[in-house]
């Protein structure tokens, strides 16, 4: 994936998450629907990407490349935590 799917993977979540928030729903069907909602947003997003930059979104990286990606941010993230945890102590 590549950042910008991730970006808009996370857009689609966090619009999603709010907009239950707003109408908060009960039942399966009203929470299956405020998904769409999030995910309609995510591509409407996507689309408008698409149309300024000239080329796709979606990607064919796979999955190990993802994983890789997300590896190396969180054992950089700890490193740093380690680092700021050696100099405040």
């Known amino acids: 994936m590549s950042t910008l799917e ?4 996370m857009l689609a979540e966090a ?5 239950s928030k707003q109408k908060q729903p ?3 069907e ?3 629907n405020i998904a769409q909602e999030g995910g309609a947003a ?4 996507r689309e408008a990407v698409e149309k300024r930059t000239g080329k ?7 999955a190990a490349q993802l994983q890789g990606l997300v590896t190396g941010l969180i054992e950089s993230d700890i490193g740093d935590d ?3 945890k ?3 102590t």
Not at 6 to 9: I, K, R, S, T
Not at 56 to 62: A, E, F, G, Y
């Open 6 to 9: 991730l970006v808009l993977n």
């Open 15 to 19: 619009t999603t998450t709010e907009i």
């Open 26 to 28: 009960e039942t399966f």
């Open 30 to 32: 009203e929470n299956r």
């Open 42 to 45: 995510a591509g409407e997003a």
């Open 56 to 62: 796709p979104v979606i990607t064919s990286k796979n």
């Open 82 to 84: 380690i680092d700021e």
């Open 86 to 88: 050696d100099y405040n």
